[in-house]
């Protein structure tokens, strides 16, 4: 088997991965990957930061300095971390029920704060890690493993959150679109300020089982191709047409100073 291009980038010790087959831990891993390596980035500047969940296990297969933390403290880490050294690149893994859950107070903020990090959410709609629970993102009426005669919580929409607490880049993909969110990834890595991309990501093994009841795993990633439609054509469709599908696009792009600056700023002032 020929080896993979950005082979050269994962922990050697730490794999194999312990993602199931089929699992979008894995292609996103693997988009990171094509977008550390289109960018070049100084692996010695870049830190990577996992709370718990499947998705949160990212940043320990990865070559980096990296930080696997508590459930729904991510944001806390990264807004040490990036504080004590703003010239470190910091990604932060999370999940939906890490960042959306526990974790969705330091979340908030962070976006308020506008501190200048990348946070990829991986939602997946369920608590994968645990055994399929329900979690914010699970649809309304969804049959999990804690909802078995269907969910009754409505979900929230992780990406008007963000835009709501003051993200200043906004994008939302699922691991069906390649090319697009390694190109936002990219993106939002450059971007200075709080950069959101919710990849919205396959779980054949809960979400799959319970909710879309297939058994195969091309079936959890032809249902995101299928379910996604594109920011422009949604402004064309009406509500009735738009239920049950997956927006994608760039929401947000704006450039507003970050938390390291406005705090840069301050010390120059208390210096005076
Ligand atoms: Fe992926 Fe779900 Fe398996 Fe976790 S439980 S590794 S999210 S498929």
Redo the contacts with the bound molecule.
């Keep these: 088997m020929k080896p993979h291009p950005n082979a050269h980038l994962l922990r050697e010790g730490s794999l194999p991965h312990m993602?199931?087959p089929g699992?979008g831990?894995g292609q996103i891993m693997n988009y990171f990957l094509y977008a550390v390596q289109d960018l070049k980035l100084d692996m010695d500047k870049l830190v990577l930061i996992g709370g718990v969940g499947?998705n949160a296990r990212i940043p320990v297969f990865i070559k980096a300095d990296a930080i696997h933390g508590v459930h729904g403290r991510t944001l806390a880490w990264a807004t040490g971390v990036k504080m004590a050294n703003p010239e470190l690149t910091v990604v932060v893994f999370t999940g939906d029920g890490d960042c959306g859950s526990i974790g969705g107070n330091h979340f908030i903020h962070a976006a308020r704060r506008n501190l200048d990090v990348t946070v990829l959410a991986i939602n997946?709609g369920t608590f994968?890690?645990t055994g399929g629970q329900a979690a914010p993102t699970t649809p309304l009426e969804a049959r999990t493993s804690t909802s078995p005669l269907g969910n009754i919580e409505p979900p929230f929409d992780f990406c008007k959150l963000a835009e709501a607490a003051g993200a200043t880049y906004v994008s939302r993909w699922t691991t069906a679109h390649t090319k697009t969110s390694i190109e936002s990834m990219k993106k939002a890595i450059q971007h200075k300020g709080f950069a959101f991309i919710e990849m919205i990501s396959q779980?054949?093994?809960?979400y799959g089982r319970y909710v879309l009841r297939v058994s195969e795993t091309l079936d959890n990633l032809n249902w995101l191709r299928n379910s996604s439609v594109t920011l422009k054509k949604a402004g064309q469709m009406d509500e009735k047409e738009l239920e049950g599908k997956i927006i994608v696009g760039e929401f947000v792009e704006k450039h507003l100073p970050t938390l390291e600056e406005r705090y840069i700023e301050l010390e120059r002032k208390a210096g005076e």
């Design positions: 993602f199931c699992c831990c499947c997946n994968g890690m779980c054949p093994t809960y």
